[in-house]
Nanobody, 116 residues
Framework: QVQLVESGGGLVQPGGSLRLSCAAS????????MSWYRQAPGKERELVAAISSAGGSTNYADSVKGRFTISRDNPKNMVYLQMNNLKPEDTAIYYCNARRNQYQHWGQGTQVTVSS
């Protein structure tokens, strides 16, 4: 069955870094665009970063541009989110998303907390 399993979240101080990973299985990973979303308490889920199926195109939310980098490794069925210079407002549950046309899959999420 389809699985997206996120890892790498945790507690980090402001200005610190984390690298999130998402392991995909059960579908043709290289055919899907991949994204990272996040949802903070009391807020709607928002798109953080996205990468095309072959990895040649990326886009980012304005709030993370220059700080976060999305990448993927198609042979390993993995997608990553490198997060640098983290801020308290980056605190949220981060979700991995796979999308191809009308098909969409979600992971269970990983908590990122930025606090001193």
């Amino acid at each position: 069955q389809v699985q997206l399993v996120e890892s790498g979240g945790g507690l980090v101080q402001p200005g610190g870094s984390l690298r999130l990973s998402c392991a995909a299985s059960g579908f043709t990973f290289s055919s899907y665009a991949m994204s990272w979303y996040r949802q903070a308490p009391g807020k709607e889920r928002e798109l953080v970063a996205a990468i095309s199926s072959a990895g040649g195109s990326t886009n980012y939310a304005d709030s993370v541009k220059g700080r976060f980098t999305i990448s993927r490794d198609n042979p390993k069925n993995m997608v990553y989110l490198q997060m640098n210079n983290l801020k308290p407002e980056d605190t949220a549950i981060y979700y991995c998303n796979a999308r191809r046309n009308q098909y969409q899959h979600w992971g269970q999420g990983t908590q990122v907390t930025v606090s001193s």
